[in-house]
């Protein structure tokens, strides 16, 4: 069975950082794109970024760019997504995703997890 | 950028009714085209992938259709089940495409 499960999400201070982290398990992790997608409260789904199976080419949505890093460990089947200099317009469930076929569809997602910017 | 519209915002229908959901594109995306149900309190699940292909595991009362710049997502006879929120995506100009606004389904 797939699963993602991601972890990493709270509240945080404005300006502030956090790591999230999605464990995967049920499928070679190392042959899809991976990515993450987010949906603030009450709100629709936007993507984030993705990354490629080696990590070798990584993209993201311009509202992120310069302030969050998507990475992953293929050995350690997880993707991780860094957040700097958060913003309120961050708060948001973030979920973890897998690409179908590179720059496709969403085939998996996990439950998400709640990240909060607020003072 | 391509902008990815659907309507109606909110649709309310009864149990057994014919649903149709439609999904406008800002140019044409060829049939690159998904849809996805997401429940209260739960992740999206997809539903349908390039434009009328049924993902395994989905009920057949759910189908796509379209091309170019206009799509529709027909749900033949709505069960209790279906009351969800649903997302067209367009993966044709990437990266991660664009999702529409969401349509709502309710019970009347």
């Known amino acids: 069975e797939v699963q993602l499960v991601e972890s990493g999400g709270g509240l945080v201070q404005p300006g502030g950082s956090r790591r999230l982290s999605c464990a995967v398990s049920g499928f070679s992790f190392s042959s899809y794109w991976m990515g993450w997608v987010r949906q603030a409260p009450g709100k629709g789904l936007e993507w984030v970024a993705n990354?490629?199976?080696?990590?070798?080419?990584?993209n993201y949505v311009d509202s992120v760019k310069g302030r969050f890093t998507i990475s992953r460990d293929n050995a350690k089947n997880s993707l991780y997504l860094q957040m700097y200099s958060l913003r309120a317009e961050d708060t948001a469930v973030y979920y973890c995703?897998?690409?179908?076929?590179?720059?496709?569809?969403?085939?998996?997602w996990g439950q998400g997890t709640l990240v909060t910017v607020s003072s | 950028d391509i902008q990815m519209t659907q309507s109606p915002s909110t649709l309310s229908a009864s149990v057994g009714d014919r649903v149709t959901i439609t999904c406008r594109a800002s140019?044409?995306?060829?049939?690159?085209l998904a849809w996805y149900q997401q429940k209260p309190g739960k992740a999206p699940n997809l539903l349908i992938y390039k434009a009328s292909s049924l993902e395994r595991g989905v009920p057949s009362r759910f189908s796509g259709s379209g091309s170019g710049t206009e799509f529709t997502l027909t749900i033949s006879s709505l069960q209790p089940d279906d009351i969800a929120t649903y997302y067209c995506?367009?993966?044709?100009?990437?990266?991660?495409?664009?999702f529409g606004q969401g349509t709502k389904v309710e019970v009347k």
């Open positions: 995506q367009q993966y044709k100009s990437y990266s991660g495409g664009t």
């Open positions: 995703v897998r690409d179908r076929d590179a720059y496709t569809y969403f085939d998996h």
């Open positions: 140019q044409s995306i060829s049939d690159w």
């Open positions: 990354i490629k199976q080696d990590g070798s080419e990584k």
